[in-house]
């Protein structure tokens, strides 16, 4: 299968892979919650040359996780903000920088700490149940079939 069809694959995950599922995506979707909205900011901060920051966003507002709106009429420039679909993706981001700064931070440790703002303490991503509360660890979890497999 190539790359261009994982979205028409029947999994959740290939779906949101197909949108979310490369380096440059990830850093612009980073840079959006970081509060960065212009263009310059995004590619100067994400590293990657300017078709290639375009080509991203421009995936992502036609996929409603942002929203392009004008801020200046002469010349026309945009910024982009996060969209309710967007924001869905931070968890995502942030039980993956988690998992970046315990396995790939190096000697001087993470760069920067998530800060609860209601309690002004470092934060750490973790999953739990949206039943019981209890804490996710992936040996206690199983998935159940909703419908049959196609083969």
């Given at each position: 299968?190539?790359w ?5 694959q029947?999994?959740?995950a290939?779906?949101a ?5 490369d ?11 970081l ?5 310059d ?7 990657a040359s300017?078709n290639i920051?375009?080509?991203?966003l421009?995936?992502l507002?036609e996929?409603?996780?942002?929203v392009?709106r004008?801020y ?5 420039r ?7 679909k ?8 942030a039980?993956?920088?988690r998992w ?11 760069p920067?700490?998530?800060v609860?703002q209601s309690c ?12 019981c509360?209890?804490a996710i660890?992936?040996?206690h ?5 909703r419908r049959p497999r196609l083969?």
């Amino acid at each position: 299968m190539r790359w261009t069809e994982i979205a028409r694959q029947d999994c959740s995950a290939a779906r949101a892979l197909s949108v979310v599922g490369d380096r440059w995506t990830m850093l612009v979707i980073r840079e959006a919650f970081l509060g960065s909205r212009r263009f310059d900011d995004i590619q100067r901060n994400v590293g990657a040359s300017r078709n290639i920051v375009a080509g991203r966003l421009k995936k992502l507002v036609e996929n409603d996780i942002l929203v392009r709106r004008i801020y200046e009429d002469r010349p026309p420039r945009y910024e982009y903000r996060l969209t309710d679909k967007g924001r869905d993706l931070y968890p995502v981001l942030a039980t993956l920088l988690r998992w970046g700064d315990r396995w790939m931070a190096g000697e001087d440790g993470p760069p920067v700490d998530f800060v609860h703002q209601s309690c002004g303490e470092p934060m750490d991503a973790r999953l739990t149940c949206g039943c019981c509360g209890g804490a996710i660890d992936p040996r206690h979890v199983s998935l159940r079939e909703r419908r049959p497999r196609l083969e």
